[in-house]
Protein backbone atom coordinates (compact mmCIF):
# COMPACT_ATOMS: atom_id res chain seq x y z
CA UNK A 1 0.00 0.00 0.00
CA UNK A 2 1.26 3.39 -0.44
CA UNK A 3 1.91 5.60 2.27
CA UNK A 4 -0.51 8.40 3.11
CA UNK A 5 2.17 11.02 2.20
CA UNK A 6 2.45 9.36 -1.59
CA UNK A 7 -1.46 9.32 -2.04
CA UNK A 8 -1.59 13.15 -1.30
CA UNK A 9 1.29 13.21 -4.00
CA UNK A 10 -1.06 12.08 -6.13
CA UNK A 11 -4.52 13.33 -5.50
CA UNK A 12 -3.71 16.25 -3.68
CA UNK A 13 -6.84 16.42 -0.98
CA UNK A 14 -8.06 12.66 1.12
CA UNK A 15 -10.59 12.17 3.25
CA UNK A 16 -10.76 11.03 6.34
CA UNK A 17 -14.14 9.71 8.26
CA UNK A 18 -16.48 11.17 10.69
CA UNK A 19 -17.41 10.51 14.66
CA UNK A 20 -17.46 7.51 16.20
CA UNK A 21 -18.43 8.10 19.60
CA UNK A 22 -21.85 9.61 18.72
CA UNK A 23 -22.60 6.35 16.69
CA UNK A 24 -21.29 4.07 19.06
CA UNK A 25 -24.17 5.51 21.31
CA UNK A 26 -26.74 5.54 18.91
CA UNK A 27 -26.02 1.51 18.55
CA UNK A 28 -26.37 1.38 21.56
CA UNK A 29 -23.39 1.89 23.84
CA UNK A 30 -24.52 2.92 27.40
CA UNK A 31 -22.87 5.32 29.09
CA UNK A 32 -20.18 3.83 31.64
CA UNK A 33 -19.13 1.02 29.01
CA UNK A 34 -15.91 0.48 27.41
CA UNK A 35 -15.78 1.68 23.70
CA UNK A 36 -13.15 -0.76 23.09
CA UNK A 37 -14.12 -3.71 24.57
CA UNK A 38 -17.08 -3.32 22.06
CA UNK A 39 -14.45 -4.91 19.67
CA UNK A 40 -14.84 -8.15 20.90
CA UNK A 41 -18.46 -8.00 22.43
CA UNK A 42 -19.97 -6.43 19.81
CA UNK A 43 -18.19 -6.57 16.36
CA UNK A 44 -20.73 -6.10 14.04
CA UNK A 45 -22.03 -3.32 15.36
CA UNK A 46 -18.39 -1.77 14.98
CA UNK A 47 -17.66 -3.01 11.93
CA UNK A 48 -20.79 -1.39 10.30
CA UNK A 49 -19.11 2.09 11.70
CA UNK A 50 -16.27 1.72 9.55
CA UNK A 51 -17.78 -0.20 6.78
CA UNK A 52 -20.64 3.40 6.34
CA UNK A 53 -17.36 5.38 6.56
CA UNK A 54 -16.06 3.00 3.58
CA UNK A 55 -19.21 3.47 1.70
CA UNK A 56 -19.31 7.19 1.71
CA UNK A 57 -16.57 7.97 0.23
CA UNK A 58 -13.40 8.03 2.82
CA UNK A 59 -9.57 7.22 1.62
CA UNK A 60 -8.95 6.44 5.11
CA UNK A 61 -11.09 5.06 8.04
CA UNK A 62 -10.11 4.87 11.65
CA UNK A 63 -10.32 2.45 14.52
CA UNK A 64 -12.72 1.79 17.93
CA UNK A 65 -9.37 2.72 19.70
CA UNK A 66 -9.37 6.27 21.21
CA UNK A 67 -9.12 5.20 24.81
CA UNK A 68 -7.07 2.37 24.27
CA UNK A 69 -4.00 2.97 26.61
CA UNK A 70 -3.50 1.15 29.57
CA UNK A 71 -4.27 4.08 31.40
CA UNK A 72 -7.55 4.53 30.23
CA UNK A 73 -8.75 1.00 30.29
CA UNK A 74 -7.91 0.83 34.15
CA UNK A 75 -11.44 2.37 34.56
CA UNK A 76 -12.69 -0.36 33.30
CA UNK A 77 -10.87 -3.37 34.66
CA UNK A 78 -8.97 -3.71 31.51
CA UNK A 79 -5.75 -2.47 31.32
CA UNK A 80 -4.31 -5.67 31.17
CA UNK A 81 -5.92 -6.26 27.83
CA UNK A 82 -4.97 -3.39 26.01
CA UNK A 83 -2.62 -4.92 23.54
CA UNK A 84 -6.15 -7.80 22.66
CA UNK A 85 -8.75 -4.76 22.70
CA UNK A 86 -6.15 -2.35 20.38
CA UNK A 87 -5.18 -5.32 18.11
CA UNK A 88 -8.92 -6.12 17.98
CA UNK A 89 -9.89 -2.73 16.77
CA UNK A 90 -7.30 -2.12 13.72
CA UNK A 91 -8.55 -5.88 12.67
CA UNK A 92 -11.75 -5.45 12.51
CA UNK A 93 -11.37 -1.80 10.47
CA UNK A 94 -9.07 -3.32 8.18
CA UNK A 95 -11.42 -6.16 7.41
CA UNK A 96 -13.97 -4.32 6.54
CA UNK A 97 -12.62 -1.27 4.52
CA UNK A 98 -9.96 -4.39 2.41
CA UNK A 99 -6.10 -3.75 1.67
CA UNK A 100 -6.60 -0.57 -0.21
CA UNK A 101 -7.79 1.88 1.78
CA UNK A 102 -5.70 3.55 4.59
CA UNK A 103 -6.61 2.38 8.34
CA UNK A 104 -5.27 5.33 10.63
CA UNK A 105 -5.83 3.84 14.27
CA UNK A 106 -6.98 6.18 16.80
CA UNK A 107 -5.13 6.83 20.14
CA UNK A 108 -6.32 8.84 22.22
CA UNK A 109 -5.22 11.25 25.13
CA UNK A 110 -4.25 9.14 28.58
CA UNK A 111 -5.86 11.32 30.94
CA UNK A 112 -2.42 11.79 32.52
CA UNK A 113 -1.02 15.54 33.11
CA UNK A 114 2.71 15.05 33.17
CA UNK A 115 3.32 18.34 34.90
CA UNK A 116 1.24 17.33 38.15
CA UNK A 117 4.00 14.86 38.60
CA UNK A 118 1.66 11.70 39.16
CA UNK A 119 3.22 9.79 35.97
CA UNK A 120 6.58 9.70 34.66
CA UNK A 121 7.01 10.27 30.87
CA UNK A 122 8.48 7.03 30.73
CA UNK A 123 5.08 5.19 31.64
CA UNK A 124 3.46 7.75 29.17
CA UNK A 125 5.80 6.26 26.38
CA UNK A 126 5.48 2.68 27.28
CA UNK A 127 1.44 3.12 27.14
CA UNK A 128 1.44 4.58 23.74
CA UNK A 129 4.04 1.86 22.67
CA UNK A 130 2.41 -1.18 23.70
CA UNK A 131 -0.94 0.54 21.60
CA UNK A 132 0.63 1.19 18.81
CA UNK A 133 2.74 -1.89 18.31
CA UNK A 134 -0.78 -3.94 18.75
CA UNK A 135 -2.37 -1.75 16.69
CA UNK A 136 0.02 -2.03 13.56
CA UNK A 137 -0.18 -5.93 14.46
CA UNK A 138 -4.32 -5.73 13.98
CA UNK A 139 -3.23 -4.00 10.23
CA UNK A 140 -3.14 -0.68 10.76
CA UNK A 141 -0.80 1.45 8.09
CA UNK A 142 -0.75 4.91 10.38
CA UNK A 143 -1.91 5.90 13.54
CA UNK A 144 -3.59 9.22 14.65
CA UNK A 145 -2.56 10.73 17.86
CA UNK A 146 -5.79 13.01 18.29
CA UNK A 147 -7.56 15.24 20.57
CA UNK A 148 -4.67 16.53 22.34
CA UNK A 149 -3.61 19.39 24.21
CA UNK A 150 -0.56 18.82 25.87
CA UNK A 151 2.41 18.68 23.58
CA UNK A 152 4.92 16.88 26.20
CA UNK A 153 2.40 13.82 26.01
CA UNK A 154 1.77 14.34 22.64
CA UNK A 155 5.28 13.96 21.67
CA UNK A 156 6.42 10.65 23.81
CA UNK A 157 3.24 9.29 21.97
CA UNK A 158 4.95 10.76 18.23
CA UNK A 159 8.11 9.10 19.56
CA UNK A 160 6.57 5.53 20.96
CA UNK A 161 4.85 5.22 17.73
CA UNK A 162 8.01 6.31 15.22
CA UNK A 163 10.93 4.58 17.20
CA UNK A 164 8.82 1.04 17.52
CA UNK A 165 6.52 0.42 14.82
CA UNK A 166 6.38 1.06 10.98
CA UNK A 167 3.21 3.12 11.06
CA UNK A 168 2.73 6.81 9.18
CA UNK A 169 1.88 9.18 12.40
CA UNK A 170 -0.77 11.67 12.60
CA UNK A 171 -1.10 14.02 15.36
CA UNK A 172 -4.20 16.46 15.60
CA UNK A 173 -4.61 18.82 18.54
CA UNK A 174 -7.96 20.30 19.70
CA UNK A 175 -8.04 24.79 19.76
CA UNK A 176 -10.23 27.33 21.47
CA UNK A 177 -11.07 30.33 20.32
CA UNK A 178 -9.97 32.85 22.58
CA UNK A 179 -11.36 36.60 23.49
CA UNK A 180 -8.38 38.25 21.41
CA UNK A 181 -9.89 36.06 18.06
CA UNK A 182 -7.06 33.95 18.28
CA UNK A 183 -6.32 30.23 18.89
CA UNK A 184 -4.58 28.00 21.64
CA UNK A 185 -4.82 25.02 23.14
CA UNK A 186 -6.00 24.41 26.97
CA UNK A 187 -2.21 24.50 27.89
CA UNK A 188 -1.92 28.10 25.49
CA UNK A 189 0.10 26.64 22.95
CA UNK A 190 -0.57 28.22 19.57
CA UNK A 191 -1.37 26.32 16.30
CA UNK A 192 2.06 27.34 14.94
CA UNK A 193 3.69 26.38 18.61
CA UNK A 194 2.47 22.79 18.18
CA UNK A 195 3.22 22.77 14.29
CA UNK A 196 6.76 22.96 15.51
CA UNK A 197 6.90 20.82 17.98
CA UNK A 198 5.06 17.96 16.46
CA UNK A 199 7.60 18.04 13.12
CA UNK A 200 10.32 18.16 15.41
CA UNK A 201 9.09 15.28 17.37
CA UNK A 202 8.91 12.89 14.36
CA UNK A 203 4.82 13.36 13.05
CA UNK A 204 4.69 12.80 9.68
CA UNK A 205 0.88 14.21 9.60
CA UNK A 206 -0.32 17.12 11.70
CA UNK A 207 -3.69 19.10 12.30
CA UNK A 208 -6.31 19.66 14.01
CA UNK A 209 -9.61 17.91 15.57
CA UNK A 210 -12.81 18.50 17.26
CA UNK A 211 -13.44 21.21 19.47
CA UNK A 212 -14.45 24.09 16.77
CA UNK A 213 -16.95 23.94 13.61
CA UNK A 214 -15.52 24.14 9.83
CA UNK A 215 -15.09 28.35 10.33
CA UNK A 216 -12.99 27.93 13.34
CA UNK A 217 -10.86 25.08 11.72
CA UNK A 218 -10.36 27.44 8.70
CA UNK A 219 -8.37 30.22 10.69
CA UNK A 220 -6.33 27.22 12.49
CA UNK A 221 -5.34 25.39 9.53
CA UNK A 222 -3.86 28.83 8.59
CA UNK A 223 -1.88 29.07 11.85
CA UNK A 224 -0.82 25.67 11.04
CA UNK A 225 0.14 25.96 7.53
CA UNK A 226 1.98 28.90 8.01
CA UNK A 227 4.58 27.36 10.37
CA UNK A 228 4.42 24.16 8.55
CA UNK A 229 4.74 25.45 4.91
CA UNK A 230 5.00 21.37 3.64
CA UNK A 231 3.40 19.35 5.93
CA UNK A 232 0.32 17.58 5.35
CA UNK A 233 -2.49 18.92 7.37
CA UNK A 234 -5.54 17.11 8.33
CA UNK A 235 -8.55 18.69 9.62
CA UNK A 236 -11.76 16.64 11.46
CA UNK A 237 -13.73 19.58 12.66
CA UNK A 238 -17.39 19.20 14.27
CA UNK A 239 -20.77 19.56 12.51
CA UNK A 240 -20.35 23.22 14.22
CA UNK A 241 -20.53 23.89 17.71
CA UNK A 242 -22.92 22.11 20.18
CA UNK A 243 -26.41 23.28 21.15
CA UNK A 244 -27.61 21.58 24.76
CA UNK A 245 -30.99 20.55 23.58
CA UNK A 246 -32.88 19.18 26.56
CA UNK A 247 -30.22 16.76 28.13
CA UNK A 248 -28.24 16.25 25.49
CA UNK A 249 -25.89 18.42 23.00
CA UNK A 250 -26.86 18.92 19.33
CA UNK A 251 -24.81 19.93 16.62
CA UNK A 252 -26.11 22.37 13.76
CA UNK A 253 -24.44 22.14 10.76
CA UNK A 254 -26.09 19.94 8.20
CA UNK A 255 -23.74 17.93 5.32
CA UNK A 256 -24.52 20.55 2.74
CA UNK A 257 -23.21 23.51 5.19
CA UNK A 258 -20.04 21.48 6.10
CA UNK A 259 -18.81 21.11 2.45
CA UNK A 260 -19.98 24.27 1.81
CA UNK A 261 -16.58 25.32 3.91
CA UNK A 262 -14.16 22.33 2.04
CA UNK A 263 -12.59 25.33 -0.66
CA UNK A 264 -11.65 27.16 2.19
CA UNK A 265 -10.15 24.55 3.90
CA UNK A 266 -8.37 23.52 1.02
CA UNK A 267 -7.31 27.17 0.25
CA UNK A 268 -5.97 27.63 4.56
CA UNK A 269 -3.61 24.36 3.74
CA UNK A 270 -5.94 21.28 4.85
CA UNK A 271 -5.30 18.16 2.65
CA UNK A 272 -6.97 15.49 4.42
CA UNK A 273 -10.59 16.29 5.50
CA UNK A 274 -12.90 14.86 7.38
CA UNK A 275 -14.81 14.85 10.65
CA UNK A 276 -15.09 15.06 14.09
CA UNK A 277 -18.37 15.14 16.93
CA UNK A 278 -21.51 15.22 15.26
CA UNK A 279 -20.56 14.44 11.37
CA UNK A 280 -22.18 11.30 9.86
CA UNK A 281 -21.64 9.30 6.75
CA UNK A 282 -23.93 11.80 5.65
CA UNK A 283 -21.44 14.69 6.02
CA UNK A 284 -18.67 12.66 5.05
CA UNK A 285 -20.15 11.79 1.56
CA UNK A 286 -21.26 15.78 1.01
CA UNK A 287 -17.50 16.76 2.02
CA UNK A 288 -15.45 13.87 -0.32
CA UNK A 289 -18.15 15.59 -3.52
CA UNK A 290 -17.13 19.02 -2.65
CA UNK A 291 -13.41 17.96 -2.23
CA UNK A 292 -13.29 15.71 -5.14
CA UNK A 293 -14.85 18.53 -7.44
Excluded at 176 to 192: F, H, L, Q, V
Excluded at 211 to 231: D, F, H, S, T, W
Aim: contains cysteine; hydrophobic residues 45%; aromatic residues 4%.
Amino acid sequence: MNRIVDDLNAKRVLISDGAWGTFLAEKGMQPGECPELWNIEHREAVADIARSYRDAGSDMVSTNSFGGTRFKLAHFGLAGRAAELNEAAAALTREVVGPDLHVFASMGSTGKILMMGDVSEEEIYEAFKEQAMALERGGADACCIETMIAIDEACLAIRAARENTQLEVICTFTFDKMADGSYRTMMGNTPGDVAAALLDAGATIIGTNCGQGPAGMVEIAKGLRAAAPAAPIMVQANAGLPIRVDDHDEFPETPEMMAMRVPDLIAAGATIIGGCCGTTPDHIRAIARAARS
